[in-house]
């Protein structure tokens, strides 16, 4: 759909500081402060100000976090050199990752084969694109662009700062000026068409634990056996909740087999609609198939079903 131009882009002419921005960031306080609720816990035992009791334990239960609502976390922050773009015509999307003492950060542990994971999305979750940008010496990410269609994009970094275990995904708005026209996302479906070929699901999203995805690839009704390793696996799955475009904790099950079945699991908290992003790719050519799938609640049984009351065929 919108797959970034190869145009050669206007060099950006802008001298953007982005140490001007660094002193800024000082205004943020600390972040990771307990909840609210936690607060209230430990004032109501009286150990508020000890300092000798344990932090209490504020992760969500179970983990299952999202992530991509927040510029900022961590001391980390996701810094674009523009907040608009033309629509239609290609321009460069330049942005730096600043760590906690406010330099840009240039030191990344890779995954999934890559320093860094950019995702554009428009915010209704109908414009998608998964590109890798390129760093520079100072740290800088840049890629070519094009944007076809007005509205708010989503700008989503995945990524893990050296020397810390865990990954960081931050995400910042880019306004494409113009009539916007929000589409509404395509119905449930456990089927996909991408470039020629069939993608079906075999899971569901079930709110409150970690659901597995199968997807299996035909081409013509065959089942494909032939993928290309994509991203150290034979897929890349992207999951997005409607309604705020959280991003949602993906990982890819291990499997030698080149196809055609790609497993996946996915970190679901809540109940609710998502559109799911399938990456894969066959000859050389990645393609990405679209699905939207409904999280059931934890409680039900049946939770995750696709499709159900839909007679749509499944196009995305
Ligand atoms: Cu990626």
Known sequence: MNTPSTLAAFAATLAVVFGASAGAGRLVGPVG???????????????????????????????????????????????LARSTAPAGRPFRL???????????????????????????????????SHPHPTRDDAGRWSLPLTLPEPGTYKIIVDFTPAGRDSALTLA?????????????????????????FTVSLDGGLTAGRSSELAFTVRRDGRPVTDLDPYLGAYGHLVVLRAGDAAYLHV??????????????????????????????????VVRTAELTVHAGAGGDPAGGSAGEGHGEDGHS
């Open 251 to 284: 990982h890819p099950e291990e499997s030698d087999a080149a196809g055609p079945e790609v497993v996946f699991a996915a970190d679901v908290p809540a109940a609710g609609t998502h559109r799911l992003f399938l990456d894969f790719s066959v000859d050389g």
């Open 94 to 128: 330049e942005f730096t990752v600043t760590g906690p003492d406010g330099a840009p950060l240039v030191e990344y542990t890779r995954a999934h084969e890559k320093d860094l994971h950019l995702i554009v999305v428009r915010r209704d979750l109908t414009q998608f």
């Open 172 to 196: 910042a708005d880019l306004t494409v000026p113009g009539p916007y026209a929000p589409a509404p996302l395509p119905p449930p479906s456990l089927t996909a068409q991408a470039d020629g």
């Open 33 to 79: 402060a307990a909840t609210p609720e936690a607060a209230a816990a430990a004032s109501a035992d009286g150990h508020a100000d000890g300092g000798h009791e344990p932090a209490p334990d504020t992760a969500p239960a179970g983990g299952l976090d999202v992530g991509g609502l927040s510029v900022a976390a961590d001391g980390y922050a996701l810094r």
